[in-house]
């Protein structure tokens, strides 16, 4: 019998008076049904200039499907420019590995149908 635990996000939103410490907070809680714990995940921006991995993980995985579905809101998007964008981004989990598998297959399949 395998678990699945639902997450139910409930999304707040407070002013913070005092934000000299970071330009952005994020906080999400969520019960987990079957613990039955509640958790508070909060996330903290100190510096927009530099992305995090995951951020430019995300992105790549967007303009991924703005090209695959030919976008009029790809803009200059491509595969050359994804692949370089996948190249700079740390692939820490299998996932993203699968990912970038993925997007290579796609440049083959795209070559092959030229």
Do not use: W
Request: a negative charge; charged letters at 30%.
């Amino acid at each position: 019998m395998k678990l699945i635990a639902l997450l139910i996000p409930k999304f707040s939103y407070s002013a913070v008076e005092d934000c000299d410490e970071y330009i952005l907070r994020t906080r999400l809680r969520y019960n987990d049904v079957v613990s039955g714990n509640d958790v508070e995940i909060i996330n903290e921006v100190y510096d927009l200039s530099i992305p995090s991995n995951d951020f430019m993980f995300a992105c790549a995985v967007v303009e991924f499907g703005l090209i695959l579905r030919e976008s009029d809101f790809k803009g200059d998007s491509s595969f050359e420019h994804l692949i370089n964008l996948l190249n700079d981004v740390e692939l820490d989990d299998i996932y993203k590995l699968e990912f970038k598998e993925l997007v290579l297959l796609a440049v083959q399949n795209q070559k092959l149908n030229e």
